[in-house]
């Protein structure tokens, strides 16, 4: 398996700690508010990461962490605290906001077929491990107090780590622009590990510490709950391209820092997803009272949740995708036109032939394995349909694919062929229609029969040509018609 690797910035074969075995972590959302689609396609591709590790042999411990404490508007210890400002602005309490963002993101992942990890911590759940971290590194001299918070010293790094290739000084400017310098920081890269002197005189959520009574900072809950349910070595870490820096980078430190050995030797980032005004932002969507892109409008508007799946699974993660309504109608038109195709194979056409199915398997096999390419995944899944064996075979791969694609492939198909077996109809006569179950087509292909028997061959026509219009093809078969909308 080969995965490019922003912490070394190029494709690498996939190694582990332990053989067979990884250990994976995932930044999960910051539940003041819903998750939007461009949450939701970094979520969907780190899902087909574990089950792509899965599909080639792998055991996968993941684990995720659920942001409900410490993350402010600038990821660089700046501007408001988010959940905060979810909870005023819905007149709840932080707790009631973070549970009902919980609920509704798992609730998300599982339209999405979007497996939930294995262990999932709500950051606030783990207040002592942050604490016990946060000392250690002030004993090992990689922490200072200054003005009430502890702040992580990061000129005792021999490297502060930055990935995907940017500049350690713009990044830096950039995600201070417009919030003024804390004046109690050593080094302009220091981060707060924990907080005491709040700028928020009504901050909800405060714990005792040695530093006095405060709260952690955002970077320091994946460090420690990763090592609590990880481990010292983690395998695999995985967020946004905007969790990188200096989210990412600060979780190195501190835990490199920590523990005296190196922590986790691959990083996975999703590129973002995009719409006209650029980068999907929960804030900016929020601020300028735009549509609020999530998986429920997607429901709203008609859409399947699977086909947005389907969407993200054609571009490659380390590129940008664009959202536009036409581009999810794009998609939705070609995967109800596969799931057609699907349908049209005969379950129990003899025996699975072990052969093909495995040369089959080797081409989808051989495109996630390489940097996890979706795209020519979702390609070996047309050349099921087209290869020269039988229809048992090729279900038998649609079926093993989907552990990987979970798009409900097959069972998508099976409900299609089922409603299309319900609408069979009997007529007078001994006369059959086979539709789609929609009873005025039904009448209109009648009134064709009628009219052929009375020879009324011009009438006849000119009803298949209305139906035509209307995408509906007709096949005599003996004895009856057969319509489908085509
Ligand atoms: P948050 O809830 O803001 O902490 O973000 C949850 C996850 O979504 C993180 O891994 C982010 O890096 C990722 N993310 C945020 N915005 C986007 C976007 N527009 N496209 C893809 N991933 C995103
Ligand atoms: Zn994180």
């Known amino acids: 398996m080969y995965l490019y690797n922003s912490a070394t910035h190029k494709k690498e074969e996939f190694t582990t700690h332990t053989p067979g075995h990884v250990e994976m972590y995932t930044c999960g959302p910051t539940v003041y508010h819903f998750a939007h689609i461009g949450n939701l396609r970094s979520y969907i591709m780190e899902d087909v990461l574990e089950k792509t590790l899965k599909y080639v042999g792998y055991d996968v411990n993941r684990v995720m962490n659920i942001t409900d404490v410490g993350h402010l508007s600038s990821d660089a210890d700046e501007g408001e605290d988010k959940m905060l400002t ?5 007149h709840k309490s932080v707790m ?3 549970q009902y963002y919980t609920d509704a993101f798992f609730d998300d992942c599982r339209k999405l077929n979007i497996r939930i990890p294995d262990t999932v911590q709500p950051a606030t759940g783990l207040i ?3 604490i016990k971290i946060v000392s250690g590194l002030i004993e090992k001299g990689s922490a200072y107090v200054a003005g009430g918070n502890v702040y992580f010293d990061t000129s005792t790094l021999d490297r502060y780590y930055v990935f995907n290739d940017h500049n350690e000084e713009d990044l830096a400017v950039g995600v201070r622009e417009g919030v003024e310098e804390d004046a109690n920081k050593r080094n302009r890269n220091d981060f707060v590990l924990w907080f005491t002197k709040s700028k928020f005189e009504d901050q909800a959520l405060k ?12 970077h320091i809950e994946c460090s420690g709950i990763s090592m609590k349910y990880n481990g010292e070595y983690l ?8 969790n990188a820096f200096p989210h990412h980078t600060n979780e190195i430190a501190q835990s490199e820092a920590f523990l005296g050995h190196p922590w986790c030797r691959h990083w996975f980032h999703v590129a973002h997803l995009n719409d006209i005004n650029g980068k999907l932002s929960k804030s900016k969507m929020t601020q300028d009272k735009q549509e609020f892109l999530t998986v429920s409008l997607l429901e709203k508007k008609g859409y399947d949740p699977l086909v947005y799946r389907f969407f993200c699974l054609q571009g490659h993660y380390r590129k940008a995708l664009v959202f536009s309504w036409d581009n999810l109608d794009n998609a939705a038109g070609t995967f109800n036109k596969l799931i057609a195709r699907i349908a049209n194979l005969k ?12 040369a089959l398997k080797e081409k989808f096999t051989k495109a996630l394995s390489n940097d996890l390419n979706t795209a020519l995944a979702v390609t070996a899944v047309y050349d099921v349909l087209k290869a020269k064996t039988n229809d048992a075979t090729k279900l038998a791969a649609l079926d093993d694919f989907d552990q990987v694609l979970s798009l409900d492939l097959t069972q998508k198909a099976a409900a299609k062929r089922e409603e299309a077996a319900k609408a069979s109809t009997q007529t007078a006569g ?3 229609i086979t539709g789609e179950g929609d009873p005025a087509i039904d009448a209109l292909v009648m009134q064709r029969y009628e009219a052929k028997k009375a020879k009324n061959f011009a009438e006849a026509d000119r009803i298949r040509d209305e139906l035509k219009a209307q995408g509906i093809v ?3 078969v003996p004895g009856g018609c057969k319509w489908n909308r085509g």
């Open 128 to 130: 002592d491990d942050y």
């Open 86 to 90: 979810g909870a005023k602005r819905e």
């Open 474 to 476: 007709l096949t005599d």
């Open 207 to 218: 714990w005792d510490s040695p530093w006095g009574v405060g709260y952690p900072g955002w």
């Open 96 to 98: 009631e906001i973070a």
């Open 347 to 358: 379950p129990g056409d003899g025996a699975v032939d072990g052969e093909a199915l495995a």
């Open 430 to 432: 001994g006369y059959a």
């Open 235 to 242: 395998d695999l870490h995985c967020g946004g391209v905007d």
